[in-house]
Structure formats: C-alpha cells, structure tokens
C-alpha cells in the first residue's frame, strides 16, 4: 500500500469510527483501486462470465480440426471356395485365398477441395491352373484431388465453420470486456456514493451537534431572563428535524454498504454479521477535458459492445455469401494419377503350348509389387469434371433471401448503435463539464456559508441575531457541504462515465482481458 492509500485510509478510520462506524472485527477499509481488484476477482457475474470465452475456444479449435488430416488403415482376409466348372482347373473345389490392406491420407484443402493419396496391398492364391501369379501380390500407389470448382468453391465456404467459430469467439471475448468494464464502473459509482452517503452523515450530525449546543446555550440563556422562551421551541424543533435527518442518512448508508459489499462478492460470516466496507479514498478534482467528437472516435474504436455487432456482422456476412455460392450448379473437377506393381510367383508357359506344363517360374515378392508402384512404370491418370444442375432450388433461394435480409438487418442495427453512442457520449461529455464547475460553484457556497454563520455567531453573541438565524445558516452550511461532497462525487462518476461510454476503462487502469481468459 502507497503512502497516499495509507493515510487515506487513516482519515476513513478516524471518520467512520467519529460517525459511529466503529471498525469491528471483520470490517474491511478499501481504497477504490483494492475495491476494483476485488470485484474483478470475486464478482459472480465475471465467474460466469469468463467461462463463455472459454467454451468458444473450444468451439473454435473443434472447427479447426477439419482441416488437420485423417489417416485411414484397412486389413481384411478372405477365402472364396466353389466348385469348378472347368474340367482344365483340375480341382473338384475352386479355392481361393486373399488378403488385403490399403493406407490412405485425406486432405481438405482451404478452396473446398480434397487431396486423397492411398497405398492398396493385396495377395491372392488359388489352386487353379493358368495362373501367371500364383500367389500373386499387387500395390497401387494413387493420388487423387477433387475440386468443386463453381458451388462449395472458395476460401469462404470451405471455412465457413471455422470463420464463425473464430467470430463467436471475438464475440464473447468482447462481451466479456464488457462486463470487465460494466463491474468496474459499478465498483466505481458504488464506491463513491458510498464516501458520498458517509460523508453527508458526518456533516449532519456535525450539524446536529451544533444545533445542541445551541438549544443547551439557549435554555441557559432562558433559565437567566436573557432569552425568550420561544427561542427553545425553535431550537428544540430544528435538534429534532436534524435528528429525523440523520436517521435517514444512516439508512442511505448501510444500502450503499451493501451495493459495494454485493459487488465485491463479500457475503456474511457463519455468525450472521456482515463485513462493513469502509472506504479510505475521498473524491478529488482532477480536471480533464475531452470534446464530443475526441470521446466519440474514441468510442467507435474501443467500445467492445460495437465489437460483438461487427463480428455478428462478420458471421452474417459469411452466412449470406455460402447461401449466395449454394444457388451455384455443381461443377467437380476430378484428377487421380495411379501407378500400380505386381509381382509374385510367376508362371512361364511356351507361347505355342499355352495348355502345357510351365517351362520355368521366377520368384517374386510383395516387396517388389510395392517398389513397382512407387516407380510409375505406367502412365496411369484420370481427369473429368461431374456438373449437376437442381430443378426449382426452392431452399437455396429461400436461404439466401433469409441471409440477405439478416445482414442488411445487422447493419442497421450497428448504425443505429452509432447513433445512440453519439448520444451517450454527448450527454457524458455534457454531464463531466456541468459536474466541473458544479464542483468550483458548490466550494464557493460552501465558503461563503461558513463565513455567513460565522457572522451571525458573532451578532448573536453580542445579542444582535437569534437563534433562528443561527439554525438557518448552520442548515445552509450543511446544505452547503453536502453539495459540495455531491459535485465531487459527481466529477468523479461523470469521469468513470466517460471511461465507460469510450470503452477505456480497462485501458486507463492497465488491465487486459487476456489476464483473465489464461
């Protein structure tokens, strides 16, 4: 704690403790900054709050995975068994023995595209005759890419999710910097009308001390024949109006405990006893001066409720041009370029003897089947593109017509949200500059008060003035005072305003949104 907070909170000790706001144990001094540290840590609707940014990243990386590729393996065994129905196969019972597998990896590619490149195995034996390969072991190597090339082509559409999911996040982060600066600027006013209800209770019961010591001076004064007795009935009158006042005051200032207490999230021992919070800040006169339209660039820039419009804007944008490319024909593009091996145990059988016994065999592998593949020994490719034209695309239309609508929507509603921040910060500029000089107006009252009743004490004690007079000018000094406290407080909320309605807030107090989002 600076020196400065330390003797502040000193004097809110000494005051609160001459109003009768005795520190029990438990009760807590708070200066505004320890005040606005706690909300930010413990307010409920933060807690709630921060999980929103949360689940939209999780959202967001869920979408991304669409684009990380997929490894797809097969295996699989067979035996297919008959009876021969060729007297040449020599077997009574055909039979035939396989096996399989294949390896692919799949691709999506940003334009709305597929990339697929698959590696296939297979091993077949029979007990037939007039086999070149027996067993025999075949690979195919292939490379395939199909691309939409009219509807679901292009950057947006092929990553619509993820633009959304990526919106959806900025949207709640930005609402969530709201209500980093709604709290604060709850703190803030809580705060001070809190030093502000305090404050006026000290000043009515100083003026409630005064008015009895006047009505205890007056009684002697009558007791000796200095007075006349109506000047008690005065006195005792406005003794107990002032009384009735503070009754009030008190009210005004366990409701103002307990707005601060809510927000700082401080809730009631096992005892049943709530915490006092006691401020030890007090409203000072910082001038500052911003035009309208400085405030208003201001806000354009940096309010984060105009943020969640334009990312909502953003993600209608990207609904209407997918519904605008679905009303497209379908137009594939279609390129595969293969390259096959075989090998095995094969059967050499003389050309003018086919029907012979085989003259020779040579030993192969299914190693050299997958060697083959990977050399493209054989020119293998395929290209042709597949068009499909829908009949009446009532669907297509109708959600394009619907997406139109609702962006065109959007944005006039981020206009009219314009309009009315222009209107907020006028009327916030309006009101810091009218608090301004209400605060050098309220001092100079409040000076001429104190010296008006000091006069009157004087004329009164010479037996010039009654106690009327007196009464009266104690109540315009409180009046006074408690104007004066009024205008501060008010300076000091119109500047929270300002913060507010331009979306510094966090800047002005060097807080960022990602501290609270790791």
């Known amino acids: 704690m600076t020196q400065k907070h330390l003797c502040g909170a000193l004097v809110a000790l000494i005051l609160v403790s001459g109003l009768g706001f005795g520190q029990e144990t438990g009760d807590v001094t708070l200066t505004l900054e320890d005040s606005i540290v706690r909300a930010l840590k413990n307010n409920l609707n933060i807690a709630a709050e921060v999980i929103n940014p949360g689940l939209a990243s999780a959202s967001l990386s869920q979408a991304k995975q669409m684009y990380t590729p997929t490894l797809e393996f097969d295996w699989g065994r067979d035996r297919y068994e008959q009876l021969s129905t060729w007297s040449l196969q020599q077997a009574g019972t055909y039979i035939n023995k396989g096996s399989s597998a294949s390896t692919s990896v799949l691709q999506r590619i940003p334009f709305g595209g597929t990339f697929q490149a698959s590696l296939n195995y297979d091993k077949s034996e029979s007990n037939q005759l007039f086999q070149n390969y027996n067993p025999s072991y075949t690979s195919r190597l292939s490379f395939s890419l199909t691309q939409p090339l009219l509807k679901n082509f292009g950057w947006t559409v ?171 024909p379908q137009l594939d593009l279609r390129l595969v370029k293969a390259s096959p091996g075989i090998s095995g145990r094969q059967y050499l059988y003389d050309p003018g003897n086919p029907f012979g016994d085989p003259i020779g065999i ?79 107006a309220y001092r100079v009252a409040r000076e001429l008060a104190e010296r008006q009743l000091e006069a009157e004490m004087k004329k009164l004690n010479v037996g010039m003035s009654t106690n009327y007079f007196v009464l009266t000018y104690q109540d315009a000094l409180a009046s006074a005072r408690t104007m004066e406290m009024r205008a501060l407080v008010d300076y000091n909320i119109a500047m929270a305003t300002i913060a507010r309605v331009t979306g510094t807030t966090l800047q002005a107090r060097n807080i960022t949104v990602g501290d609270y989002l790791k």
């Open 158 to 328: 092929s990553r619509r999710e993820i633009l959304i999911a990526q919106n959806s996040f900025e949207v709640s982060r930005s609402q969530f910097e709201g209500t980093l600066i709604d709290t604060i600027y709850g703190v803030e006013t809580a705060y001070w009308n809190l030093v502000y209800s305090i404050e006026n209770l000290g000043t009515l019961r100083q003026s409630l001390e005064s008015g009895r010591d006047l009505l205890a001076k007056t009684k002697r004064e009558v007791q000796v024949g200095t007075k006349a007795p109506i000047e008690v009935l005065n006195a005792e009158a406005t003794v107990a109006r002032r009384e009735a006042d503070i009754l009030q005051a008190e009210s005004l200032v366990k409701r103002n405990q307990d707005q601060l207490r809510m927000l700082l999230n401080l809730g009631v021992d096992p005892q049943g006893r709530k915490e006092a919070v006691l401020p030890a800040d007090k409203p000072a006169f910082r001038p500052y001066t911003i035009t309208v339209e400085e405030a208003y660039g201001l806000a354009l820039a940096r309010r984060p409720d105009l943020d969640v419009s334009k990312s909502t804007i953003e993600t209608k944008a990207v609904n209407y041009r997918v519904a605008k490319n679905q009303r497209l």
């Open 362 to 440: 040579l030993e192969g592998s299914a190693s050299q089947a997958f060697k083959d593949s990977f050399k493209f020994l054989y020119n293998n490719w395929t290209a042709g593109v597949t068009l499909t034209i829908p009949f009446g695309d009532v669907v297509g239309k109708a959600q394009y017509a619907y997406a139109k609508l609702d962006l065109e929507q959007a944005q006039a509603r981020l206009k009219s949200q314009e309009q009315q921040i222009y209107i907020e910060v006028s009327d916030a500029v309006r009101t810091l500059e009218t608090a301004a000089k209400a605060v050098d």
